[in-house]
């Protein structure tokens, strides 16, 4: 079992789901976060001043798999979640973790089949 966490562009929410959904992924827990990469914030005009802006919008999804589902699911968020053809800097990052163990509170159910 992993658990795949995925920072994405608050755009692609909609798409990445709709993508999980075609590879039988169906549950998911999304996150409002903010935080910045590479791209380093970015620059506003507010009220005639130029601000830099060092925390960007972004969405977490936390998604639990079996091992089978794990590349079907990062192609899914890979495919829905990137900007173009190549990409840009701020589509954002997938990070797969080792899960030691589920449990489903309502039936006490453990491991794979709680997931």
């Given at each position: 079992?992993?658990?795949i ?14 993508a ?52 079907p ?43």
């Amino acid at each position: 079992m992993k658990l795949i966490v995925a920072i994405i562009q608050p755009n692609k929410l909609e798409l990445v789901k709709a993508a999980l959904t075609e590879v039988e992924v169906f549950r998911l827990t999304v996150m409002d976060c903010q935080g910045f990469g590479r791209q380093k914030g970015q620059t506003e005009v507010y009220r005639g001043h130029e601000i830099t802006v060092n925390l960007l919008r972004k969405v977490q999804l936390q998604i639990a798999v079996n091992d089978d589902f794990v590349q079907p699911t990062v192609d899914a968020i890979i495919k829905a979640g990137r900007t173009g053809e190549k990409g840009e800097i701020v589509d954002g990052k997938i990070f797969i973790l080792p899960m030691d163990d589920c449990i489903r509170i309502r039936t006490g159910e453990r491991g794979e089949e709680a997931v």
